[in-house]
């Protein structure tokens, strides 16, 4: 959240290393390298779960957020050929919360909403992540609260509706705010991104 993922990407590598038959490491490790932006390293861990339809995760305490990754990952790299198995996987739990023990990845809804905005099925990108939202709101979770309008901010630019540039700014206007009261830097870089495309 802080921005700091380059300083615990090669920890992340050497636990796959260790443990390179737990998915979740591996998992993790894409998940780090597409947040960095290296989309090339991403792609070659993804392409391992892709391969197997996604049933390398096994339906434990540790698949939904398993496959959270392997959505975000999914829209970040634009693999609309994998976007549909991951939407169809999610879909049944669209209304849980991604949790373990202590590490939280948010509402479900929010990688279903995005991968929805990817496929262009702007009114179930909509649903899902205005949902995602809510429930941010009610658990009080400044980090998510803010990813999710960055979310919502990526399904204005891509549906590019008459109100859709000025809704865009402002949601990204109240990320920005998020970023500089708790200091998370990690969403900079997404704001930034979705900015350059207005």
Same mark, same amino acid.
């Given at each position: 959240q802080q921005g700091r993922l380059a300083d615990i990407v090669e920890f992340a590598a050497q636990a796959l290393a260790e443990n390179p038959t737990i998915p979740a490491?591996?998992?993790t490790l894409m998940n780090i390298y597409c947040e960095l932006g290296r989309y090339d390293? !991403? %792609? &070659?861990?993804?392409d391992l779960g892709y391969a197997t339809d996604? $049933?390398?995760?096994?339906?434990?305490?540790l698949w $939904?957020?398993?496959? $959270?990754?392997? &959505?975000d990952c999914a829209v970040d790299m634009g693999r609309t050929d994998a976007a549909p198995r991951l939407y169809e996987l999610l879909l049944p739990y669209a209304s849980r919360i991604a949790f373990i023990a202590c590490v939280d990845y948010g509402a479900v809804a929010r990688?279903?909403?995005?991968? &929805?905005?990817?496929?262009?099925?702007f009114d179930d990108a909509e649903t899902h992540l205005r949902d995602a939202l809510a429930m941010h709101q009610r658990m009080q979770a400044p980090y998510w609260i803010a990813r999710t309008q960055l979310d919502? %901010?990526?399904? !204005?630019?891509a549906r590019q509706? %008459?109100?859709d540039t000025a809704t865009a700014r402002e949601l990204i206007g109240q990320a920005q705010q998020a970023v500089e009261h708790y200091g998370y830097a990690g969403?900079?870089?997404? %704001?930034e991104r979705l900015l350059r495309r207005l």
């Open positions: 490491f591996r998992v390293d !991403c %792609a &070659a861990l993804f996604f $049933s390398d995760m096994p339906f434990d305490v $939904s957020q398993g496959i $959270s990754q392997y &959505a990688p279903l909403g995005r991968l &929805a905005t990817l496929l262009g099925q919502l %901010a990526e399904l !204005c630019i509706g %008459a109100t969403l900079t870089p997404q %704001a």
